[in-house]
């Protein structure tokens, strides 16, 4: 009786690694998809905020939601504590648009993929990437380095561009038959959707949505300031907050963070331990998180912003509130109207 | 394709009085906090345990439920009470 092949693979639950991991199991190798967590999920903040186009429909984890229905165990990675400073902080190839390493993510990932491949007693390892698709990490040159550099080598198998690659280990001993493998590739995910058809995957996210905060010029932006006055020590709570809200240096070690709508102001309000608050009491206002020691200008200009963008933002002067450690106290202040004003301080 | 399971096995008057083996409390987590908690709890399960975990993202209502079915482990269903999901596991 032959062996039974197994294999792992990367599964993020968009297309291309849902039809690599369904194109797996069709070649008879049994499957456990690996999901890693870095922290920094395009998916956690719509999480948090709800949906809002249908509030009774939760967002739903794709890769889980694409194990269930290949019927592939999903295992999900938590790396959030590693990622940061092995990764994001001092990446050998480089970022992308924004903060994005994503060279040194994929290696990150298949080498933790790789050992666990050895431990487990798995025979391979596959990916659902695609020559061409990704500017920066899938050309021809960055997927060797990558297959390289995780110590995968040609135990690493992309079956929907395998033709045009290198035969692999898994097709070289008939694990995977390589005729009935793909020659897919460029940035068009026609051919991806007509697989997917074929192979009756109908439920899918949007095909070319990234996954990841950090191409985000924005998101890079507020994470590049926030390490530049913070240093590395940054906790998971740091990069959640990042993620929301409208962001504003004061000075050098002071920030203001506005939340911008109901649904953020709820969720800042698990953030306030440790930070200050500002609000507004007569008028619809937001959450105003203060970070860091403010001076008595400081915190004159976290109030005026914060009247700014309530309802009393046409008023001439507003009352607002505030609380720093222990202390409390109300200023009123004359709302911010210039928008040069507020864009110098916008992060 | 599969069918994902909508239903978890129990109706809750069972569920109501299921002796639970493990109980997580991932209450002000996020997926996939949640998730990662159900799963480090039941490896360490044995057969028929039940897990119950306590959750208050909207998402663990489907997510949960679709771990279950990759993984082969028995979703038995949710109560919700107020903001807070109760989500009754069994490992396989």
């Known amino acids: 009786m032959s062996e039974q092949i197994r294999a792992l693979g990367l599964l993020s639950g968009g297309l291309d690694s849902t039809l690599a991991a369904r194109v797996m199991q069709e070649h008879g190798v049994e499957v456990l998809g690996l999901h890693f967590s870095t922290g920094f999920c395009l998916a956690d903040r719509h999480r948090i905020l709800g949906n809002r186009s249908n509030p009774d429909k939760p967002y739903r984890n794709e890769a889980l939601r694409a194990g269930a229905d290949l019927s592939v165990p999903i295992e999900i990675v938590d790396i959030k504590d590693e990622y940061l400073p092995r990764v994001v902080l001092n990446p050998k190839y480089g970022y992308g648009s924004g903060m994005n390493p994503c060279i040194d993510c ?179 206002s937001p959450l105003a998180l203060v970070e860091g020691a403010p001076s008595a200008g400081d915190l004159e200009t976290a109030c005026r912003i914060t009247a700014r963008y309530s309802d009393g933002k046409l008023h001439p002067t507003v009352p607002v509130r505030w609380r720093i450690g222990e202390d409390e106290g109300q200023l009123t202040v004359v709302p911010v109207q210039d928008d040069i004003e507020l864009e110098e301080m916008r992060i | ?53 306590l959750a208050d993202d909207a998402g663990t209502e489907v997510d949960i439920p679709a771990w279950c079915m990759s993984t082969r482990n028995d979703f038995l269903g949710i109560l919700k009470e107020e903001t807070i999901y109760r989500i009754f596991v069994r490992r396989a």
């Not at chain 1, 950090?214 to 926030?226: G, H, S």
């Not at chain 1, 940054?234 to 920030?255: E, T």
């Not at chain 2, 599969?2 to 002000?28: F, N, S, T, Y």
Request: overall charge negative; proline content about 7%; aromatic content about 6%.
């Open chain 1, 106 to 284: 994929r290696i990150f990932m298949l080498q933790k993929t790789k050992e666990m491949m050895e431990e487990r007693g798995y025979h391979f390892v596959f990916t659902g990437e695609v020559l061409g698709q990704r500017p920066m990490s899938q050309r021809r040159p960055p997927l060797d380095d990558v297959a390289k550099e995780s110590g995968l080598g040609r135990l690493l198998l992309r079956p929907l561009s395998a033709k045009l690659l290198p035969e692999s280990i898994p097709e070289e001993r008939g694990w995977v038959d390589r005729e009935a493998l793909f020659d897919i590739h460029g940035r068009s995910r026609k051919r991806q959707m007509e697989l997917a058809d074929e192979l009756g995957i109908i439920d899918y996210p949007q095909p070319a949505g990234g996954c990841c905060f950090l191409p985000d010029e924005n998101y890079a932006r507020k994470l590049q300031d926030f390490l530049a006055h913070n240093g590395n020590d940054v906790s998971p709570d740091d990069m959640m907050l990042l993620k929301i809200g409208r962001h504003f240096r004061l000075s050098g070690n002071v920030k203001l963070v506005v939340g911008r709508d109901e649904a953020e102001n709820t969720y800042m309000n698990r953030f306030v331990d440790g930070r200050g608050e500002v609000w507004v009491d007569d008028f619809p």
């Open chain 2, 1 to 53: 394709m599969l069918r994902r399971q909508a239903c978890g096995l129990l109706e809750p008057e069972a569920l109501e009085r299921l002796q639970p083996h493990e109980e997580v409390d991932a209450c002000g987590t996020f997926c996939p906090e949640p998730v990662i908690r159900t799963q480090e709890a039941m490896a360490d399960m044995q057969p028929g345990q039940v897990l119950l975990l």
